[in-house]
């Protein structure tokens, strides 16, 4: 039991660095695209904890036309 417990606890740290990952990589697609990318758009992409979301995120950050289409499809 302790086992699994740890192993349960490891693939979600996994899980949470990945969501890291994705998140960092919009936001660093977003200051290539637009160069400034204010606190708003940080704390909404903070707050995303599903993965689906934060895809859905990224695809947007290489889509939208400007900061504020990004965060009005967010």
Known sequence: E????GREEGREEGR???REG???????TL???FQHVPIEA????GAIKDLKTLREAQK???TAHDLSGFLKNL
Do not use: Q, S, T
């Open 60 to 62: 947007l950050a290489l």
């Open 2 to 5: 302790g086992r699994e417990k």
């Open 22 to 28: 994705l998140r960092l990589a919009v936001l660093d």
């Open 31 to 33: 200051e290539f695209r």
């Open 16 to 18: 949470e660095e990945g």
């Open 42 to 45: 940080r704390n909404r992409l």
